[in-house]
């Protein structure tokens, strides 16, 4: 199938073109006055070395290594030369080659004019692409009804409307995107609106509910993104944290894409370090080209020596070794969402709130049972959803004074909602402290019910 991409670009992106500065030498013996490039004997890096847990040992003793050890003492520099210098708006050359091996190992496309793009993080990625795709105080964009802060806060300055999906246990309902598009132009709350032009999701741990889209889900999803042209961005940072089951890698929107139509974001963030402020963006060639052009005007490009630094430690680990780092990092978050799981079973009070098993990410949510903390008399002014929002206020500045504090769930709400809760994440503080705090969460929920009804 051939589709017309230029339809979906912003006009922004229309009128970008490719950045005089860029231009290359016409053959290698070209003199170059026009180039801005530092010399080479300026850059006073000269090699890199880096201290990493070894694979062999369980992660549990430190190695040296540097860029020389695994190269050739020519590439070794080349390495480090482009590492210091300006650079195409891809990326290094050595470390496009990895990214690109990267997906093709794990995601493993199924059409063939793909590409991808090495980005500044996750966050930076997803404005790139917004800005890419939507015009200011025009578009439109799909989410699930509890979705990314950032997405809503991305937005909200660009003027652009996203509107709700429906998510349940098993990730979005395709029927409910089904019945959104089908009736966009004659549902009163859509139809003065223009129709969007993608559907963004974290299908995986999702960001705040912790729910991971089922393979089938998917699979119908991208039929109805296919059925009314719609785009799909796939945000994805929490792929790899594996919780539960065999450990088997579940299929990404990509391995459904038969005509390109799946923007996927890949992060290190959260399977190496968040510092290196890496990503990268899996699309059809055209839209790389689009974003890479947008670098140049922007970023330039991801830093290069993160960049070098991940690849480096790729090239000390292999591939077996940053799958065993990436077992090695699920058992620890296993171990973390299960405490507080244990702590929860412990310390909140069951007939107030309920809570899920997330099987991959860093987050579960917490439902405060609405049905248990009717509405008084002094509120009767509230809307049932303003009234959701009230109670989710009382209780988070209640858990403040209690030294404790979780995510409010209206934060990550497109509209308004009949629901309260909370995102609860067990990746950082320590096993005692989850406990600690689990028993001061709960200690928070009953002390504002007691103010309210006793």
């Avoid at 091996?101 to 404005?127: A, M, N, R």
């Avoid at 719609?230 to 539960?244: A, F, I, R």
């Avoid at 002014?381 to 500045?397: V, Y």
């Amino acid at each position: 199938m051939t589709v017309d991409w230029d339809k979906y670009f912003s006009n922004e992106a229309k009128l970008r073109e490719p950045s005089v500065m860029k231009m290359a030498a016409r053959t290698p013996d070209t003199i170059s006055f026009a180039s801005g490039m530092p010399h080479p004997d300026c850059f006073p890096l000269k090699g890199l070395s880096i201290k990493y847990e070894t694979a062999d040992s369980g992660f549990s003793k430190l190695a040296t290594g540097s860029n020389e050890d695994a190269v050739n003492a020519a590439q070794a520099d080349d390495e480090i030369y482009e590492a210091c210098q300006y650079m195409s708006g891809r990326g290094t050359t050595f470390f496009d080659k990895f990214c690109r091996h990267h997906i093709e190992e794990f995601h493993k496309p199924v059409y063939g004019e793909w590409g991808t793009l090495i980005q500044s993080g996750g966050t930076f990625s997803l404005d790139a692409i917004i800005r890419m795709l939507c015009n200011p105080g025009e578009d439109t964009i799909l989410a699930e009804e509890l979705t990314y802060p950032c997405l809503l806060e991305t937005c909200r300055p660009l003027r652009l409307k996203v509107f709700a999906v429906k998510i349940d246990n098993h990730g979005v309902i395709p029927e409910d995107m089904e019945r959104i598009l089908t009736d966009w132009y004659t549902d009163l709350s859509t139809k003065d609106y223009k129709k969007p032009k993608f559907f963004y999701s974290m299908p995986v741990g999702q960001n705040p509910s912790g729910v991971t889209m089922t393979v089938e889900r998917k699979r119908q999803l991208f039929g109805v993104c296919h059925k009314h042209d719609v785009l799909v961005v796939e945000d994805d940072p929490y792929y790899h944290l594996q919780l539960d089951g065999d450990k088997k890698e579940i299929p990404s929107l990509l391995k459904f894409d038969t005509d390109g139509r799946v923007i996927r974001i890949d992060s290190f963030s959260k399977m190496l370090m968040p510092g290196m402020r890496i990503s990268i963006v899996t699309a059809n060639k055209t839209f790389i080209k689009m974003l890479t052009m947008q670098n140049e005007l922007t970023i330039h490009s991801a830093a290069a020596p993160s960049q070098l630094i991940v690849y480096m430690l790729m090239n000390e680990w292999k591939n077996d070794g940053f799958r065993s780092w990436l077992t090695h990092v699920q058992d620890i978050y296993l171990k973390r969402r299960n405490t507080i799981l244990d702590a929860f079973d412990r310390h909140l009070p069951a007939d107030l709130c309920s809570w899920n098993k997330p099987s991959y990410g860093m987050f579960l949510w917490i439902k405060i049972s609405i049905a248990q903390f009717p509405k008084l008399e002094e509120y009767s002014q509230l809307t049932d959803p303003e009234w959701a929002a009230k109670l989710e206020d009382m209780i988070f500045e209640q858990a403040l004074q209690d030294e404790i504090q979780l995510a409010k769930g209206h934060w990550f709400m497109i509209d308004q909602l009949n629901m309260a809760g909370f995102r609860a994440t067990y990746a950082f503080a320590s096993l005692d402290d989850i406990y600690t705090g689990s028993e001061r969460f709960g200690n928070a929920i009953r002390q504002i019910h007691a103010k309210l009804y006793n």
